[in-house]
């Protein structure tokens, strides 16, 4: 007769404390792309400090936005999330060239696209 003991441990998931980094740079990567029309692709926003290492980043307290060369065309194209994630999905609704641009603790960041 064998005897079993099944332990049961909690798995903890502790937030680091953000507001301990300073910020010193963002970048959107990828750095740039080119997409084709109807397609959709992943944008992510990285931390640094002041000596180039990678910080954790607060999802909550990042925005994204887009922008594209007519200005007078209005917006045309999508971003899912707009905000609150490290990463947005970006679709392009024409031809052309855009920007996505990644905003987190007063810095800024874009990535250039071209949609064929």
């Known amino acids: 007769?064998?005897?079993?003991?099944?332990?049961?441990?909690?798995?903890?998931?502790?937030a680091p404390?953000?507001?301990i980094y300073t910020v010193s740079y963002i970048r959107v990567t990828p750095y740039s792309a080119t997409m084709q029309?109807?397609?959709?692709k992943k944008f992510t926003l990285l931390a640094y400090d002041s000596?180039?290492?990678?910080?954790?980043?607060?999802p909550s307290g990042v925005e994204w936005q887009?922008?594209?060369e007519c200005w007078v065309c209005g917006k045309v194209w999508k971003l899912n999330?707009?905000?609150?994630?490290?990463?947005?999905?970006?679709?392009?609704?024409?031809?052309?060239?855009?920007?996505v641009w990644g905003h987190y603790?007063?810095?800024s960041d874009d990535s250039r696209v071209d949609v064929e």
């Open 1 to 14: 007769m064998g005897m079993f003991i099944i332990l049961i441990s909690g798995c903890t998931f502790v």
């Open 17 to 19: 404390d953000y507001d």
């Open 37 to 40: 029309l109807g397609s959709s």
């Open 51 to 58: 000596e180039n290492n990678l910080i954790p980043v607060d």
């Open 66 to 68: 887009a922008s594209y």
């Open 81 to 99: 999330p707009k905000s609150g994630s490290i990463t947005t999905y970006f679709t392009p609704e024409r031809t052309g060239r855009y920007y």
């Open 105 to 107: 603790k007063g810095k």
